[in-house]
């Protein structure tokens, strides 16, 4: 199965996870994709897509996805697979991880599966976007506050994607 990581990044958090995710994955270099300099049509290429945004502004996406979304959304993405992941900041607790869910809403439609939800019971907050009950659209990612965290978290959500 051929995998293409696509992140959205600010400050460098989301784009140190990807390539985490990535070795974790035997994903290589070539296949990681900043979609700020990525045109959305590359996402064809493969079966499964690893889709990350930090949030931003008031539980907005990363600025940086919006042209390329628009692009993904355009595109017939039935068949493949998409697993979502995202970073934020737990005390942003009306929006926490919201980016995560706008992606989810808005390529929903597109034909694609989702995989790699993950459990919403360890997380503290109050809203978010990336919630669907008992379960989180994807793996949420707290580098401000808990990034004690995230190793384990990383171990756990990728051998769930590759399974
Ligand atoms: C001005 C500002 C607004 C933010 N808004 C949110 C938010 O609404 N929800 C959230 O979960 N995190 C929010 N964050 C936290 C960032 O998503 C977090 O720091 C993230 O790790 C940044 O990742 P990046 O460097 O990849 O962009 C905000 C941070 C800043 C500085």
Not at 73 to 83: C, H, V
Not at 148 to 156: G, H, I, P, S, V
């Amino acid at each position: 199965m051929k995998t293409g990581i696509y992140y959205g990044s600010a400050t460098g958090t989301t784009a140190e996870i990807a390539r985490r995710i990535a070795s974790m994955t035997g994903v290589s270099d070539a296949d990681i994709h900043d979609v700020a300099d990525t045109a959305p049509h590359t996402a064809g290429d493969y079966d499964l897509l690893i889709l990350g945004s930090s949030t931003w502004g008031n539980g907005e996406l990363e600025d940086d996805w919006y042209d390329f979304l628009d692009g993904l959304r355009a595109l017939d993405l039935t068949g493949k697979k998409i697993a979502l992941f995202g970073c934020g900041d737990e005390t942003m607790s009306d929006t926490f991880c919201n980016a995560v869910g706008i992606l989810y809403d808005r390529l929903k439609d597109t034909g694609a599966t989702f995989i790699g939800e993950f459990p919403a019971d360890e997380y503290h907050f109050d809203k978010s976007a990336a919630s669907d009950g008992a379960v989180m659209r994807g793996l949420l990612l707290d580098e401000v506050n808990h990034p004690e965290l995230t190793t384990a978290r990383l171990r756990r959500w990728t051998e769930l994607i590759k399974s």
